[in-house]
Structures are given as C-alpha cells and as structure tokens.
C-alpha cells in the first residue's frame, strides 16, 4: 500500500512534468539566464517535496511552485543589487549583468510580454550551440524529460546527453544570449532548430520513451501550441505548415490509441470513429498551405502526408499502403535515418507482403543506432509471426520487451510474445 509520502511524491512529480516548462521559461525571463533558471526551478521542487509532505498538496499546486520560485530568484537578485553597491566591479559579473539591467526585480517577476516558453524554445536552440545541444536542452528545460529519457529518445548514450546539456547551459551563459524572439531578418536561419525540437517534444509525447504512460498529452498540446504560434509568426514557411499538419493529423488520434486502463491499441485496432474530425481538418488544410508553398517534398510535409493516408481512410483495410511506401521511399531519401528505413520496411510489409519487409528490417540488424531500440525487435516479430515462424517471432517480441522502458509498451510486447502458441 503506498504511503502518504510516496503519494505527495508522486503528486509532485506529476505536476513538475505538467508545470516545469512554464516555470523555467517565466524564471529565464528574470533572471536571464537558463541554467540559473533551471536551479531555481529545481530548488522550488525541492522545496515543494519538503512543504507537500508535511502540509498536504495545495489546490493550485503550479501557482505555489512558481511563486516560489520567484521569491528565491527575487532575493538572489536583490542579493547581487546589494552586492553591486557595495563593489564597483561587480558590474562585470557575468552571470547576473544581463538580469539586471537597471530592472526592478518585482517588475520583472510580473512583466510578462509575449510568450515566455516560445522565447525559450528560441534560446534553446540559439545557433551558438550545435544541433544535438539543442536538442537536448530544449527536450530538458520543455519536455521535462530526464537525461535518460533523452538518451533514449536521441538514441546516444547518457553521459554524451549529461555532457551535452551541461555544455549547452555554460556556453549559452557565456555566450550572454538574450532571452527574446528573434527578429524576422534573424528568423529563418533560426526556425529550422526550433522545428526539429517542437517535432522531437511532440513524438515524446505521442510515445513517451519511459514511465507508466504510453503517451504524454501535455507534451503533444504543448507542441502543438508553439506550433500554431510560429505559423502565426511565419505564415509563409512551407516548413511551419508542414510540421503543423503532421501535429495535427497524429493528435488527432490521441484519444482512440488507449483503452480506459491506459493499455496501449495498436493502429489497425483503432476505433476510427473516436479520431478526432477537427484536427484532421485542421492538418489536412495545414497540409494544402505547405503544398501551395512548395513543400511537397520537405521531410515534415512528406510524414503529414503519410498520416493524411490514414486519415483519410474509413477503416484499415481502405488505408493506401502502396502509396504510403511511396512516401516512405522519398522521405528516406530526403530525410535518410534508420528509424525511417525502419517504418519503411514496416509500410511495406503492408503493401507487399511480410516477407518484403522482413528484408527490409533484416538490413538493419546490425545498425548501431538501433542497437538498443525496441522497436526493431518489435517489428520483426511482427512479420516472422504473419510469416509463420513462430517460436523466432516470440523471441523477438521477449527482446522487444527486455528493451522497452515504458512499461505500457513493454507490457503489451510481452503479451504479444505470451499469445504465441507454436
């Protein structure tokens, strides 16, 4: 039986996934600095673990971390204001120049213009930093993601992703980035990093990689949010409208892709009627406007459209598995990787028969990148069970499930392997 802290335990860990996002973003704007802000949220959280435990969850539990955490970052600020009249030099400080600015600290806890977390995602993925570091620090400071689950998700090591992010916070520090949207003349140079990391934080919500969820809601509303907001700032980038329509047609899903126990339904068991019609309109039209803009061809206008297929079709024996693999062909092409060679062969199992995918998943066996990734192991048994080899497709499926860390996911890979009767 779980005890009353356990339960405040996992209470605020639950509300630290759903509200970190907002609290980082509202503190880098203070504070000017993201790993200070970082530190600041994390001491709010451990507060929290003390004060919840004792005194029970309060009724607006987001609201109490951040004001929290506000008043520590208003005493360090008041702190270096009191400092830097006592010292002339410390005008030089590094870390806490930018924050000041001649700044009250109350006004600036409750000046709030613009979009906090979009100003984030944009000094996330400042260019000073190389693409995997921001990639990492976005899905840190936005998706609330461990550095495990990062690892996971970016299919590298945990130390590289811990080195990564630490790197990322020192060097943006250094580097004095501001906390803003960029100007429209900085804009397109800068957009394509936030697009790969909005896509990365809405798969993780889509199929978070760890914990007893198989999906994240929050993540994919999240995404989608920020999503909306840079078609807003950008209404003519084909790119934009692409990663758009491909939110909206897989949120479209979200709903019919559980039972009311949380256990996973694969896609061709799906209940079609519980799709949600708004957003497949919505991605269908964001769809058009990328195709009217000339991105056809572009990898997030190319996975929308393979998404379209299926919403497109009434039931899973209409789906246009054909063009699908066509699809697939051209994406792997445009956007070469593993994971897409992997749902290629998975698209041609369905047009062609098993044995053409089987082919196609045997040739990356040996992929380093996919070394530990339980869906390569999930897929092949899939097509050795519809091949009939059996007792191989068991054990495909057992490995799938020793690889998989979210335990939904896993759970189902070992029913699948159970239900296999030689």
């Excluded at 004792?54 to 008043?71: F, H, S």
């Excluded at 030089?92 to 001649?102: F, N, S, T």
């Excluded at 479209?252 to 209940?271: C, E, K, M, V």
């Excluded at 066996?365 to 048994?381: K, T």
């Amino acid at each position: 039986m779980e005890t009353g802290e356990g339960h405040v335990r996992r209470t605020i860990e639950a509300v630290w996934r759903i509200e970190s996002t907002k609290l980082i973003a509202g503190l880098a704007r203070m504070v000017r600095d993201v790993g200070l802000a970082e530190e600041l949220a994390q001491d709010a959280f451990l507060a929290a673990i003390e004060h919840w435990t004792t005194q029970g969850v309060p009724d607006k539990p987001g609201a109490w971390l951040m004001a929290t955490a506000k008043r520590r970052a208003i005493d360090r600020l008041r702190q270096h204001q009191l400092h830097a009249r006592k010292q002339q030099d410390i005008d030089h400080d590094e870390d806490w120049q930018p924050a000041l600015a001649g700044a009250d600290p109350e006004a600036a806890a409750d000046d709030i213009i613009g979009d906090d977390v979009l100003r984030l995602v944009f000094t996330a993925c400042h260019p000073v930093l190389s693409v995997e570091a921001q990639v990492a620090l976005t899905l840190r400071l936005l998706g609330g993601l461990t550095t495990e689950e990062i690892a996971r998700a970016c299919l590298v090591p945990e130390a590289t992703v811990a080195q990564r992010i630490v790197r990322a916070k020192r060097t943006l520090a250094e580097a004095k980035v501001p906390f803003e949207t960029p100007g429209r003349e900085e804009l397109p140079q800068r957009l394509s990093a936030v697009l790969g990391v909005v896509y990365l934080i809405f798969n993780e919500g889509y199929a978070a990689t760890s914990g007893e969820h198989w999906m994240r809601p929050t993540l994919c509303e999240e995404a989608l949010r920020l999503g909306r907001i840079l078609a807003a700032v950008d209404p003519d980038e084909a790119d934009v409208h692409g990663l758009l329509a491909l939110m909206e047609l897989q949120a479209s899903r979200l709903h019919a892709r559980t039972q009311a126990d949380g256990t996973p339904i694969l896609l061709a068991d799906q209940d079609r009627m519980r799709w949600d019609r708004l957003y497949i309109q919505r991605g269908l039209a964001s769809l058009a406007r990328a195709e009217r803009l000339g991105g056809a061809g572009n990898p997030y206008a190319l996975q929308a459209a393979i998404a379209a297929c299926h919403a497109r079709a009434p039931t899973s024996a209409d789906t246009d598995w054909a063009r699908i693999a066509a699809l697939y062909d051209t994406l792997a092409q445009r956007m070469p990787s593993p994971v897409v060679e992997l749902n290629r062969a998975v698209a041609y199992a369905m047009a062609f028969g098993p044995q053409a995918g089987l082919d196609l998943a045997d040739t990356l066996v040996d992929a380093p990148a996919l070394r530990d990734y339980h869906l390569l192991p999930s897929v092949r048994g899939d097509l050795l069970a519809r091949l009939g080899r059996l007792r191989e497709a068991r054990v495909e499926f057992e490995r799938a499930a020793g690889l998989a860390r979210n335990e939904r996911e896993a759970r189902l890979l070992r029913e699948r392997a159970a239900a296999i009767v030689d």
